[in-house]
């Protein structure tokens, strides 16, 4: 059974920075793909970034050039950075990864910027 646990969540002002993990309960070698999706109040479950197994990332437009994506191997533990945040990203941010087996979520991590 994967079990995928967020940590690194919490209130920050604006302009603030965090850094959230996703540690994983085996080897991350198998998930060809990861990413960080995140949910606002009342609206849908977006993508916020993704990374590939060989370090290839993509992020959504609204984030570009405030996050960065990574993954380490070694550790099990995917990371997400976050700078310049703004009130807009207050939301639970959810990992996810994708390897053969199926698709697997994490419980999420809250992330609330003040104005």
């Known amino acids: 059974q994967v079990q995928l646990v967020e940590s690194g969540g919490g209130l920050v002002q604006a302009g603030g920075s965090l850094r959230l993990s996703c540690t994983t309960s085996?080897?991350?070698?198998?998930?060809?793909?990861m990413g960080w999706y995140r949910q606002a109040p009342g609206k849908q479950r977006e993508l916020v970034a993704a990374?590939?197994?060989?370090?290839?990332?993509n992020s959504a437009d609204s984030v570009k050039g405030r996050v960065t994506i990574s993954r380490d191997n070694a550790k099990n533990t995917m990371y997400l950075q976050l700078n310049s945040l703004k009130p807009e990203d207050t939301a639970v941010y959810f990992c996810?990864?994708?390897?053969?087996?199926?698709?697997?979520w994490g419980q999420g991590t809250q992330v609330t910027v003040s104005s």
């Open positions: 085996g080897s991350m070698f198998s998930f060809v793909l």
């Open positions: 996810n990864a994708k390897n053969s087996g199926g698709t697997y």
């Open positions: 990374i590939t197994s060989r370090g290839t990332t």
